[in-house]
């Protein structure tokens, strides 16, 4: 398994409370990415990371902010969760794959409901 | 939004063959890949195109279009665990963006 761990797995909020998702890996990749998945979206890229305090937006990144202090460590937060980022939220990292293509691992997702 | 477009559902038969077809419309094409998820996992890598054609790896295969903005995955001798959901993705920069997914129900 590539070493990718998400925490908290599962996490029930209420709106206007803050909410951080950690993502964390030990294979020393470069990119790492937070995606959110609905049912008919598929999954979302919200934000990503090209190393150690690089990072950028992706297609639905409004109410969220993300931070990458160190390699390992790439952080997700809801500075005041609302009832539309009830989702599953994944993060991934690149690395190499078969055929020498750059891959997208994941890790196995956070479930979190704002009531 | 996403530009990139692949058919919600799909149902086949064990043992038969399928083929799912992804559109894309993109600059700065850097590679097309499929992706497969359970229901209740994580998404993980099946193939890989970046050049024109078909790459085979078993009872799956994955073509490439770079002109028509087209590729579809193809499973072969299906079997009641590929019910799945099946992700094209396209490579753009150092993003990956998604299409929905085609849930795929195999029946017996």
């Known amino acids: 398994d590539a070493g990718i761990t998400q925490s908290p797995r599962h996490k029930v909020t209420e709106t206007g409370t803050p909410v951080t998702l950690r993502c964390h890996q030990t294979?020393?990749?470069?990119?790492m990415y937070w995606y959110r998945q609905d049912p008919g979206h598929g999954l979302r890229l919200i934000h990503y990371?090209?190393?150690?305090?690089?990072?950028d937006k992706g297609e639905v990144s409004d109410g969220y902010s993300v931070s990458r202090s160190k390699t390992e460590d790439f952080l997700l937060t809801l500075e005041s969760a609302t009832s539309s980022q009830t989702s599953v939220y994944f993060c991934?990292?690149?690395?190499?794959?078969?055929?020498?293509?750059?891959?997208?691992?994941f890790g196995a997702g956070s479930r979190l409901t704002v009531l | 939004g996403q530009n990139i477009d692949q058919p919600t559902e799909m149902t086949a038969t064990e043992g038969a063959i399928v083929q799912i077809n992804c559109t894309y419309q993109?600059?700065?094409?850097?590679?097309l890949f499929w992706y497969q998820q359970h229901a209740g996992e994580a998404p993980t890598f099946l193939s890989y195109?970046?050049?024109?054609g078909l790459e085979e790896k078993g009872r799956f295969s994955s073509f490439l279009s770079r002109s028509k903005g087209y590729s579809y995955l193809l499973l072969k001798e299906l079997q009641m665990k590929d019910s799945a959901s099946y992700l094209c993705?396209?490579?753009?920069?150092?993003?990956?963006?998604f299409g929905q997914g085609t849930e795929l129900s195999v029946k017996p």
């Open positions: 991934a990292i690149s690395g190499p794959g078969p055929s020498g293509a750059n891959v997208l691992t």
């Open positions: 195109n970046v050049l024109d």
């Open positions: 990371s090209y190393g150690v305090k690089d990072t």
């Open positions: 294979e020393n990749h470069r990119y």
């Open positions: 993705a396209y490579r753009q920069g150092g993003k990956l963006i």
């Open positions: 993109t600059s700065g094409f850097n590679g």
